[in-house]
């Protein structure tokens, strides 16, 4: 992650949340008086944006703010301390909403991320992130999926080509809309095909596209793609994926599954900062 982006993000985040100053600290608090808070796990979790991110928040705040981090990718359990923090109250709490939300909200995707992994463990099979993610907070919510054992798809439209319903019907076939991408993309650069009938992998194959997606098929329809494929592409599943039903996916024997959930309908984590003052 670039952390001068990061950086210049965070700004923004601390400006649209303080904005013209703390009223109610302010007048509580001298400005010199300084203290000590700590973050606390109210139910288990896997950490992320705590070492990475939980930091840079204080810290834009106020480069005199200490911040003691757990490690990212660690487990935690209910009323663990994962940040202790230091430096003038009324930056500590300036800072503390964004710096939660943000905790929150990376260990909640991670924390899922880590449920989708263990429901496959022992298939080889990888858990892929999409691009449906938060405007704005994409490379973080990438990051906390890597964190939770998963990887990440494509991170922009530049990043991969994905031939969809759409491009499809606009080039009139799946063959044609490989070789148009193709006489127009870098040279060496793989060509994703999404695939919503046992035809249409038919036609992707013939036009030899290196990447396969099986979009919204039952697992019975997948295993008959998966050794239709017979390993000229790798097989990705997508559409649809519960907890409850990827296992039985993984075990069609596709090469990975891209679930949008990770990162949109991950819950938040219940994180709370305490202050200590003495």
């Known amino acids: 992650m670039d952390t001068r982006l990061l950086i210049a993000d965070i700004s923004h985040f601390l400006a649209e949340d303080i904005a013209g100053g703390d009223l109610t600290s302010e007048a509580i608090f001298p400005p010199d008086q300084t203290g000590k808070a700590v973050f ?36 935690a359990r209910a009323n663990d301390i994962l940040l202790t923090v230091s430096g003038p109250v009324v930056d500590l709490l300036a800072a503390e909403r964004v710096a939660l939300n943000l905790c929150q909200h990376l260990c909640g995707i991670a924390t899922l991320t880590a449920r989708f992994v263990a429901a496959v463990k022992g298939l080889p099979i990888k858990i892929l992130d999409t691009r449906k993610t ?5 490379l973080l919510e990438k990051y906390a999926v890597t964190v939770g054992g998963g990887h990440n ?23 044609e809309a490989v070789r148009k991408v193709r006489s127009h993309a870098p040279k060496g650069q793989k060509v994703e095909v999404e695939c919503e009938t046992l035809a249409q992998v038919r036609e992707a ?39 409850k039903n990827i296992r039985r996916i993984a075990e069609t024997g596709v090469d990975c599954v891209s679930i949008g959930a990770l990162t949109h309908s991950a819950p938040a984590m219940d994180i709370s900062m305490e202050l200590i003052t003495r």
């Open 40 to 75: 606390i796990a109210r139910q288990e979790l896997v950490v992320a944006g705590i070492e990475q991110i939980a930091p840079l928040v204080f810290e834009t705040r106020n480069q005199a703010i200490r911040c003691q981090p757990v490690k990212d990718g660690s487990r």
């Open 153 to 175: 798809h494509r991170f922009s439209l530049h990043d991969q080509i994905l031939i969809k319903d759409n491009h499809i019907a606009a080039a009139g076939s799946i063959g």
């Open 205 to 243: 194959l013939a036009a030899k596209a290196e990447i396969i997606m099986l979009d919204n098929m039952t697992p019975a329809t997948m295993r008959k793609a998966v050794i239709l494929v017979d390993k000229q592409a790798t097989t990705e599943a997508s559409g649809g994926v519960t907890l």
């Open 134 to 138: 938060t405007p704005g907070l994409r």
